[in-house]
Every structure is written in C-alpha cells, then in structure tokens.
C-alpha cells in the first residue's frame, strides 16, 4: 500500500490527529506560555540578587513579549515558506541554548538576553503547530479539528496556569536559575518527539527564491521599533520619556506606508481589512490578556510582598486557578459557538476583580487562592475560543502567520499588563496597588462584555468555514 509522509494513507484518514501526532506538537507549543508566567514567582529573588526595582525586572517580562510579539509571526511566515517541521526543530534548539545560559547568568541585562533568546526559540512552536494542523486536516480530507486543537490549547492554558506553581517550587528547591535550566530536557525531549512522530515537511518552492525576498525583513524592522518604542515609553511612566512617543507614532506609520507599498508584507494590513473578524479576534485577544497578565504577575508579586509568604506559597496560591482553567478549555472545546463562551469569560473576570477587591495582605492564602480563581475560567475559555477563531478567520494559505500574529496579540497585551503594574505597585507591591489594579481590570473587562454583547463578527464566524 502506498503511504503517505510515513504512515499508511488508511491509517491517516481514519485517525489523522492521533496522540502521537498532537503530543508533540502540543509540548512544543506549551514552552512560551509556560516561561511567560514561570518566572512571575521568581521576580522578587531575582530583583534581590541583582539590587533591582520592580520595573527593571519587568524588562525580563517584557524582554520576552516584546521578542514573541514579533518573532511569533515572522517564525509562521518561515514555517509557511520552509516548512512547519523544520523551523520547530530550530525553535526547540534555541530553547534548550537559552536554558544553558540562563543557567550562567551573571548580570540581569544577560538575563534579559536570555529571555529574548527564549523568545526567538519559542515563538517557531505555535505557529508551526497550527500550520501543521492545518496541512494534515486538508491533505486527509478532515474537518476542522476542533479536539486536537482543544488539546493545543489546554497544554497551552495549563502550562501558563501552572508556571507560577512550577516557578515557585523550582525557585524554593534550587534557586530562581532553575527555571531556565528545566528547558534544556524539556525542549531536547520535545525534540526526539517531533523527529519520531511528526511527518516530514515537502518540498517548498519558495525556498529556492532566498530569505531576505520571502521575509518582509524591512517590515519586520518598522514593526520590532514601533513595540520597542512604545515599550521603552510604557515601562516608566512614572519617569515618561516623552520622546518615545512621536519616534512609536512615526514607525508605526512607517509600518503602515512599508505594508501598503509590499505585495506581500510582514503586517498585511490590506488582509486584516478584508477580514474584519479576524481583526477583531486580535483587538479582543490585545485586551483580554492585558488583565490576564496582571493577575498572573502581579498576584504573585503581591502575594510575596505585601503578604510575606515565599515563593513556593505564592505559586501554589495559582493552583486552583490552573484547575479551572483546564476544565474551562475543555468546556469551551465542546461549544460550537463563539460569542457564548466569550461572554461567560469576561463576566468571570469581573466577579474576580470584585473578589481581588475584598482581600488583603491579612487575609488567609486560600481566600487569596479563592479570589483569583475566577481568572481561570476566562482564561481557558478566551484561549480556546480565540484559537478557534483564528482557525476559522484566518486565510488557509497564511494560517502560519495569522496564528503568530495571535500570539503577538497576547503579547501586545502582557507588554501592557507590565505597564500597569508598574503604575499600580511602584517601588513594591502594596494592598493599595492590588485594588488600584482590580478596578482598572473590572472597567475593561465590563467594556470587553458590552462589546462581545453587539459583535456581529462573531456570528458571521461561527457559521463560515476556513477562508480561502
């Protein structure tokens, strides 16, 4: 019988996203959320090691997101020209280099080189994953496979649930290192998974045609200098460099001229004009995580400096919160619709912010526990419903690059959530600063439902197929 990248053409129609295909895809695609929010215990010994402030650390944040923002895209772009396979493995080496120099880190501007070297190797997973979803499910003929992708996302929800409790009890048991010398097994285990069981990529034409011609590298430049303007503006607010301003405003217009000018362009602008609901997906995803991301950095931080419990404690108050959050994902994977789960999403992190409300630094670590819970659910059910989204918005021959630019959404909205929090907390976090951010992130969640209440996209997606 003749078989089909490996496998017996039989066996891929009749069950085209078994474990063995999806597990390591999933683990790969799970080592961006799970160093976004491993190191949120870790902030305080690193910042007392290295005599830093709380916004100095931040830039171990937002080093990453900054990185993600724009690497998330670009590696789909390569993964759709060179092939979904091959700039996994790349991704996964990079991962396991970044865990050996994190390891040696003498100084806190190497351990933000680290980070961003962590997010150049990890951005290449998700992207690949969905483009590698997305070619098995067309080349067998299958439909859009919601449960494969639901585990995607739960690998990815649980990880970033579960970082901070990973986080703290490595930082406990061996020192805050610890959390970048634990990608070294995981991405080379990762690794022997995806040459075992992962098919190997077809030829792709374009890669005869080079790199600097397939990749809108000067569209790359534009957009990379916008977000680090912005970024450089945004992190000290308390001591605004104003010049930042008119420099982010300028490239970012720049973006916009190199984009419109290109035929095919880093940022395609025309194809986010045409697909509406797609744009959409990626303003709602901007400002969903923002408040995400406050929870998972600054709980942590408040519940080791205001409350004095240590890190381990502090992660282990995320437990219940990963918990739900799994469950969550599993409920939003069984639902058809788009505009349900998002409503559900944004009233229960209203009902967490009046929960982070009414606690204190007195008050005992389960309460603290039950307060943030909440945030779970909102964060399994905006995860998997975004990702299903996209599935279905995004142009099947730039799926890639779509999903990459989801990713950028969310980091979008983590480089924000950093600056929120270094307005809120200041020198160190206090019960004011916690309130302070509780109410800022009820505001905008109560504007995300109102307009999930009267998007008409949704429902125009949740009734199409894939794009063309």
């Avoid at 409790?165 to 022997?192: D, Q, R, Y």
């Avoid at 995400?292 to 080791?304: D, L, N, P, S």
């Avoid at 229960?348 to 307060?371: E, H, K, N, Q, Y």
């Avoid at 630019?405 to 980091?411: E, G, H, K, N, P």
Wanted: one cysteine or more; proline letters at 5%.
């Amino acid at each position: 019988m003749r078989r089909v990248d490996g496998e017996h053409a039989a066996g891929v129609v009749a069950k085209p996203f078994g474990v063995r295909f999806v597990l390591p895809l999933a683990l790969g695609s799970s080592l961006n959320p799970v160093n976004s929010t491993a190191i949120a215990t870790a902030l305080v010994p690193i910042s007392r090691d290295f005599h830093a402030t709380v916004a100095q650390t931040g830039w171990l944040i937002a080093g990453l997101y900054l990185t993600s923002a724009v690497a998330q895209p670009t590696m789909g772009r390569l993964a759709d020209l060179l092939g979904a396979r091959r700039v996994y493995l790349v991704s996964l080496l990079l991962v396991a280099a970044a865990g050996v120099l994190g390891r040696w880190a003498p100084s806190l501007p190497w351990l933000v080189g680290v980070r961003v070297l962590l997010g150049i190797g990890t951005s290449g997973a998700y992207p690949s994953a969905m483009r590698l979803f997305r070619e098995r499910a067309d080349r067998t003929g299958s439909a859009p496979p919601r449960v494969a992708l639901s585990v995607l996302s739960l690998t990815g929800i649980a990880t970033t649930a579960i970082g901070p409790v990973l986080g703290g009890v490595l930082t406990s048991a061996f020192g805050w290192h610890a959390i970048f010398t634990v990608n070294i097994p995981l991405a080379l285990g990762t690794l022997c998974m995806v040459l075992a069981w992962v098919p190997k990529d077809a030829p792709r034409e374009s890669r005869r045609q080079g790199l600097a011609t397939d990749v809108d590298l000067s569209g790359v430049a534009f957009f990379a200098g916008t977000l680090i303007a912005a970024m450089v503006f945004l992190m000290d607010l308390e001591h605004p460099r104003w010049a930042m301003l008119p420099c982010a405003a300028l490239l970012g217009a720049a973006t916009a001229w190199h984009s419109l000018r290109r035929d095919d362009p880093f940022l395609d602008l025309r194809m986010l004009a045409r697909h509406v609901p797609l744009s959409v997906t990626y303003l709602r995803t901007a400002t969903a995580f923002t408040t995400a991301y406050c929870v998972f950095y600054g709980f942590a931080q408040w519940v080791e400096n205001a409350a004095g419990y240590s890190a381990a404690a502090a992660g282990l108050a995320t437990l219940p919160m990963s918990v739900v959050a799994g469950v969550a994902s599993l409920a939003g994977a069984r639902t058809r619709g788009l505009r349900g789960p998002f409503l559900v999403a944004f009233a229960s992190s209203i009902l967490g912010c009046v929960a982070l409300l009414r606690i204190d630094a007195a008050t005992p670590l389960w309460i603290m526990a039950a307060a943030v819970t909440f945030f779970g659910v909102t964060l399994g059910l905006v995860s998997t419903t975004t990702q299903a989204a996209v599935y279905l918005q995004a142009p099947a021959a730039s799926l890639g690059a779509a999903s990459g630019l989801q990713r950028t959404a969310t980091y979008i909205g983590a480089i924000a959530a950093t600056s929120l929090l270094g307005v809120a907390y200041g020198q160190h976090a206090t019960d004011h600063g916690l309130h302070s951010l509780a109410l800022v992130m009820g505001v905008v969640n109560a504007v995300l439902l109102l307009a999930t209440l009267v998007d008409r996209t949704l429902s125009r997606a949740a009734s199409s197929s894939p794009a063309p």
